[in-house]
């Protein structure tokens, strides 16, 4: 059995990540999931989050906008559409984009396009400061 998968995350712009790791657990469209070493094949939609591996006892986090992940038995693929890396995250870049949606989000004349759009990106604000260390 092997004791690593390898995981795999890609955006449009950039390979971000691709490494042997313990353990992911990602952010489903359903809520999170795990994937360890062996694991049955699936296709999932990933959920703006935060998803997270492990390798050996270091935990590190990424800031995902979404997309699509791949599993077999030894890979993980991810496909995001936009993702970060804790250390890459301007904590208080994300916490001024979280206080505009914030406001936005109090204004009573949004309609509804306007308001799911604010609410993603109060969403990507709060996920990155997650990822990020922040609040």
Do not use: C
């Not at 204004?107 to 990020?132: C, F, N, P």
């Amino acid at each position: 059995m092997a004791s690593t998968i390898r995981l795999e995350l890609v955006t449009p712009e950039r390979l971000l990540l691709s490494e042997e790791v313990d353990e992911v657990v990602a952010p489903g469209y359903e809520g999170e999931f795990g994937v360890l070493p062996e694991h049955t094949q699936f296709l999932a939609i990933l959920n703006i989050g935060v998803l997270w591996y492990r390798k050996e006892s270091a935990v590190e986090k990424i800031a995902l906008g979404g997309g699509f992940a791949e599993v077999t038995p030894d890979r993980i693929v991810v496909m995001a559409d936009t993702a970060e890396r804790a250390d890459e995250i301007d904590l208080e870049r994300a916490q001024r984009a979280r206080d505009r949606a914030e406001a936005r989000l109090k204004e009573l004349s949004l309609d509804d396009e306007t308001h799911a759009k604010v609410r993603a990106a109060l969403q990507r604000a709060l996920v990155r400061m997650a990822a990020g260390g922040g609040e």
